[in-house]
């Protein structure tokens, strides 16, 4: 637990500055940490990010967190069709030593990563004042989550996928991420209806945990205890950001109602 806080300060000394500030170093750092979240998930398939299906893999990465206008005269449906398409030539060319399960991995594993982050930049380009909801959000389940299971917790919540999680814990990391978004609307009137704000705040938490399960059955089909070994006590950059991965699309999904 030392460790764990000590990291947790530590990153959070180096992050959030990052985000404040936003522009060319926030964009800079979501890049290099979408690279090492893919990374991470295919080494979990013994797949190394410099071979060719890693190469390609980043490749698609980098263009799914691009805007739209950068990709010109390329859209993200005409870059999905390409990727698919090298993926599928080289399971021939290789002879399937590369197999059609090896490329809808790398294709699942980019789009994971790859979306995920660039709803990231989306949040983050949309404003300080949603990104920090977000991020409170996420901070405020799993926090009420770890305190609520440790002191209540008696039924697992999925044991097969993630043993030490609770339904109490569940329920507790969601009523804390109802307050603490009671709380941050009292504060900044970011939002026009509490009662959306409410039903949205709910459906994220819920999201947000069953990223963090998401996550948890890739290391437990993968045999992996953590995802790296990047952040001493928390693992890796996908195990910190899983929950956030799985939020913030759906975040964007209620911005437009």
């Not at 697992?156 to 307050?179: D, H, Q, R, Y």
Request: aromatic share 14%.
């Amino acid at each position: 637990m030392k460790q764990r806080i000590i990291t947790g300060v530590i990153a959070a000394a180096l992050f959030l500055p990052i985000v404040i500030f936003g522009g060319i170093p926030f964009i800079v750092v979501t890049y290099v940490l979408a690279t090492i979240g893919l990374f991470e998930l295919l080494r979990m398939k013994n797949t190394k990010l410099l071979s060719s299906a890693g190469v390609i893999s980043t490749l698609f990465v980098w263009g799914l967190l691009a805007r739209e206008s950068w990709l010109l005269p390329l859209t993200k449906l005409d870059l999905l069709l390409l990727i698919t398409l090298f993926l599928l030539i080289y399971t021939v060319t290789t002879k399937n030593r590369f197999t059609f399960d090896d490329a809808a991995f790398a294709m699942l594993a980019s789009l994971y990563v790859g979306f995920g982050f660039h709803y990231f930049m989306e949040t983050r380009l949309a404003g300080l004042s949603l990104m920090f909801y977000a991020l409170f959000i996420i901070w405020a389940t799993d926090t009420g989550a770890y305190f609520t299971g440790r002191a209540f917790g008696r039924r697992k919540l999925w044991p097969e996928i993630s043993p030490n999680k609770t339904v109490e814990g569940s329920i507790g990391g969601t009523v804390c991420a109802l307050i603490v978004a009671l709380i941050y609307q009292w504060f900044t009137d970011s939002f026009a209806s509490v009662p959306l704000l409410l039903v949205m705040t709910l459906v994220l938490s819920v999201v947000g945990q069953m990223g963090d399960l998401v996550e948890s059955a890739f290391k437990r089909h993968y045999g992996v205890k953590d995802s790296g070994n990047l952040l001493p006590g928390h693992g890796g950059i996908l195990d910190r950001f899983d929950s956030l991965l799985f939020m913030l699309p759906i975040l964007h999904l209620f911005l437009k109602m």
